[in-house]
């Protein structure tokens, strides 16, 4: 009912400009995520700063990377992990 | 010591040389010194926006390259008194005809002089654009309301920002009230929400700047045109003042309806 009323007021889809701005989110995501890779290692010596408080890591086989999915960008890091500290089970 | 304003877009076309003339128009208006430095070398067209085509003897690549002085490259707009002048660029050259120094001791040397210098950037994120950031304190960037030449404005920013320029403010042109009004234009709320950046103004879509470039008189010198009603706010603007945007829709008033009705455009 709703449709045939939209049809009736000439309006059959979603107003073209929340289609513009959706479609800008997602390139700009994108765009954006284009980051120099001295961002990246900045990024890794700070992930491997904070996990370290909590387990021992294999810092030289730490990878940080900027995936692109179709309709988002992920972070993606893998920390391979030596030796849990006792601590952690405490918390 | 004057200011020195690149105008850039990233997308070509959105309105860099119109509003460099208006912005330049309305700022002689009140009084500033401004020059018009155009910045786009092969391609230039600020000149015959400002209707000033004929008087061209010297350009920017003559007066970087020393063959003549600023001064005699510097073309006068009669209709301001002392207070707008035009650097024309060059026309039979190409953009790595000017490097980054140059430009930046150019524009040095016109602060001491003018109080704006208004640098039309040519399209793109090549040398012609890093040349015509190199001098400048500022950026106003143009973009429409389209998906493309947001995304455009959003490169530029970011590269603008990554160089370190002082102010970033983006001007939104070619606004269609009716279009923003039924859902099918991005308003400017959408805009500035998508690249987080300060807005100088807002410009509509008119017929008057067409009529105006035909003529080589800037739409900023008719005080009965929305365009030049929103340049020259936006020279306010620049220059300090707080100014309310201007409401999008025009209150149509009857003398309007019966010229639209006429014919004779909005
Ligand atoms: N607000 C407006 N209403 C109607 N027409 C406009 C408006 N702004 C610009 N135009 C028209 O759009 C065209 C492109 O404008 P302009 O030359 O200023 O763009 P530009 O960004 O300098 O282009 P380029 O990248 O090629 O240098 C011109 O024909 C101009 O008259
Ligand atoms: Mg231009």
Redesign the interface.
């Known amino acids: 009912m709703l449709d045939i009323l939209g049809k009736v007021f000439g309006r059959d889809e979603a ?4 289609i ?2 959706e ?3 997602l ?2 995501v994108h ?2 995520a284009t980051v120099s890779p001295q961002f990246l290692e900045l990024i890794k010596e700070e992930v491997i700063a904070v996990i370290t408080e909590y387990m021992e890591i294999d810092t030289d086989g730490v990878e940080v990377s900027i995936h692109s999915l179709e309709r988002s960008v992920a972070l993606v890091a893998s920390l391979p992990i030596k030796r849990m500290k006792r601590a952690v089970k405490a918390v | 010591m004057g200011e020195v304003i690149v105008i850039t877009s990233g997308k070509g076309g959105v309105g860099k040389t119109t509003t460099a003339a208006n912005l330049g128009t309305a700022l002689a208006l009140n009084e500033h010194r401004v020059v018009l430095l155009d910045a786009d070398i092969g391609l230039r067209n600020l000149d015959v926006v400002m209707g000033l085509e004929n008087r061209i003897v010297y350009d920017l690549v003559d007066v970087t390259a020393k063959v003549c002085r600023l001064k005699q490259a510097l073309i006068r707009d009669k209709r301001f008194n002392e207070h707008l002048f035009l650097l024309p660029a060059a026309q039979t050259r190409d953009k790595t005809a000017v490097t980054p120094e140059e430009m930046k001791d150019l524009t040095e040397e016109l602060k001491a002089e003018f109080d704006f210098i208004l640098v039309d950037c040519p399209a793109g994120i090549e040398q012609g654009f890093r040349n015509a950031i190199s001098g400048a304190d500022r950026a106003i960037v143009v973009t429409t309301p389209e998906v493309s030449a947001v995304r455009d404005a959003d490169r530029i920013i970011g590269l603008l920002e990554a160089s370190e320029m002082g102010e970033v403010q983006l001007l939104i042109n070619r606004i269609r009230p009716r279009m923003v009004k039924r859902g099918d234009m991005m308003d400017i709320d959408d805009i500035i929400d998508i690249l987080a950046v300060d807005l100088v103004g807002v410009v509509p879509e008119d017929d008057c700047i067409v009529v105006a470039t035909n003529r080589g008189e800037p739409t900023a010198l008719d005080s009965t045109s929305r365009s030049g009603q929103a340049f020259r706010n936006i020279a306010r603007r620049v220059t300090g003042e707080q100014v309310p945007l201007m409401p999008l829709e025009a209150e149509e008033g009857l003398i309007a309806r019966v010229r639209h009705l006429l014919g004779f455009g909005s």
Request: proline residues 8%; aromatic residues 0%.
């Open positions: 107003p073209s400009k929340e513009a701005k479609r800008l989110r390139v700009l765009d954006r």
